[in-house]
């Protein structure tokens, strides 16, 4: 299983917007696309916003990932809570337990 936490920084003022079109939009659409969320966090002293997610299955990390991003629901979302994002982080993680 391949499991990636994402770290955002949120433009200043806009954590909980951001937090809130994240939870409507992007989680149903992962989901619906074979994703995994383990969690998603806000960090209100750094205006940031953690999460979890994985995949487990036949393709390629890369392939669900290209799939997701060009699908039409991902690509006319509006409001697309991307534009909130002052910088990402993607790193890919390894269970100790």
Same mark, same amino acid.
């Given at each position: ?10 433009? @200043?003022? $806009? ?10 939009? =992007?989680?149903?659409?992962?989901? *619906?696309?074979g994703f ?21 299955? @036949?393709? $390629? ?10 699908? =039409?629901?991902?690509?006319?979302? *509006? ?7 002052s910088r990402?982080?993607q790193y ?6």
């Amino acid at each position: 299983m391949t499991i990636q936490l994402r770290m955002y920084t949120i433009n @200043r003022g $806009s954590l909980h917007v951001f937090a809130r079109e994240w939870k409507e939009k =992007v989680l149903p659409l992962r989901i *619906e696309h074979g994703f995994q969320i383990h969690g998603a966090w806000t960090i209100e002293e750094t205006n940031q916003f953690a999460w979890l997610i994985s995949y487990e299955g @036949r393709e $390629s990390w890369e392939t669900k990932e290209s799939a997701y991003y060009s699908s =039409v629901n991902r690509k006319t979302m *509006e409001p697309n809570p991307a534009r909130l994002i002052s910088r990402s982080e993607q790193y890919y993680v390894d269970s100790i337990l």
